[in-house]
């Protein structure tokens, strides 16, 4: 087995080199060419899916589903140039913080609540 991250990196390394290399039959540069709105509607998407498995399905649906999301999330990030690690970043941040303290501090900022 891959250590934890290993293959979000390399995912993440996949992703990049298909936006600043396009490739003709390729998905994630048929996505990256859509921009963000067609990501976006995609990363809705597969969260309305990963959603429904976890109701209704088989534990094997919802790590599939799961793993759709992740990717595109991924495409979504690099679409506007956001290393994975910056979100990493900011899990660790929040690591040990209580999520409603968490949560209050960025509605208190401007954030969404």
């Known amino acids: 087995m891959p250590r934890l991250g290993e293959t979000l990196e ?11 290399d396009p490739a003709e039959r390729s998905y994630t540069s048929r996505l990256l060419a ?4 067609a990501i976006g ?5 597969e969260a309305g899916e990963v959603v429904a498995a976890a109701a209704a399905e088989t534990q094997d649906r919802v790590v599939s589903e799961a793993a759709d999301l992740v990717y ?7 679409a506007r140039d956001v290393a994975f690690a910056r979100v990493e970043d900011e899990l660790a941040r929040r690591f ?3 999520g409603l303290v ?3 501090s960025r509605a208190g900022a401007g954030g969404a609540a």
């Open 10 to 20: 390399n995912l993440e390394r996949v992703v990049a080199s298909r936006k600043s």
């Open 34 to 37: 859509g921009g963000v709105t």
């Open 102 to 104: 968490e949560k209050a």
């Open 96 to 98: 040990g913080v209580s």
């Open 72 to 78: 595109h999330l991924l495409v979504l990030l690099a």
């Open 41 to 45: 509607a995609k990363v809705t998407e």
